[in-house]
């Protein structure tokens, strides 16, 4: 089965370097002892301990005797997550050819060496200089430009679903559903806290949501006002400038998301931060709306109102 790129990445970046010989492993030991690289040596007695490995980019590798000064040329694959086969045909002639090719097939350990096996020795190599990999330049959504003809998506929504708890169940709920569960509670004297009815009313308050996708690719969210705060709170809050009022809803970013569309899909700019295994992830989210029109963002799956 052939690798996933991903996998073949993670291998390109893992073995391109110089490697040396750190120790070895008789399998035949009581404890595995591990023995020190000078003992690396061939039947005639050579010194095989100054032999390195070097991998390339380009899948080509040198074989050299650092002892000698000789050096070998030949190429290199992976073969799976975690074995890499290399080709060099003579090894300085110090195994016989029938040994050469049972050598050239190396593993990654738990550790993040490479191991080969020689007779009953197990050797293992450490990586001592780190090789050039050309770091592949991912195009990301908010360097494209924007379809200026795609522009279904814009207007005022509604929330028709929002993350919620019905019953044992949580997941994604109309606020009908979201309601009969809030009164079949009450009526089972589940909120005899005043404080738990409360937060169920404030959280089904969410569903007054409103999201507003406008002509110059911004994407703005208003939020229904709380019942429990006056006008005079609202009106001290909007002087200080700690919120913001449109169409009577409240609005944290007046200057909202951007929005675009690239190659027939929605995207919206989230504005979060994230990494994926060490490599900085892209903030920008693909919004798609299904055969009626709804798009699921965020909590919410809402609709043109």
Known sequence: MPLEAEELKKGLKFIVGKWEIDYLVNSMSNNLEHLPAKEFKSKDGKDMSQISFEFFEDHTMKLRNNGTGEEESGTWEQTTSSK????????FGLLPPELVKSIAELERDMEGGLVFSLFLLVVRMKKTEEGHVTEEKKVDIGDLEADPSMTAIVGRYKVYKSLASVGEDFGMFT????????KKKKEE?????????????????????????????RMITLSPIPDDVSQKEIDEAVASGEVTLKDGMLCDDPNGKEWKGVNGDYWYNSEEEAEICGEKASPWRKITPDKDGRIEIQMFIIEKM
């Open 84 to 91: 890499f086969k290399y080709t060099c045909d003579k090894f």
């Open 189 to 217: 004297g589940q909120f005899e806290d005043e404080r738990y009815e409360r937060r169920a009313k404030e959280r089904m308050g969410i569903f007054g949501t409103v999201f507003i996708f406008t002509e110059n690719h």
């Open 175 to 182: 606020l009908a559903e979201v309601e009969a569960d809030f």
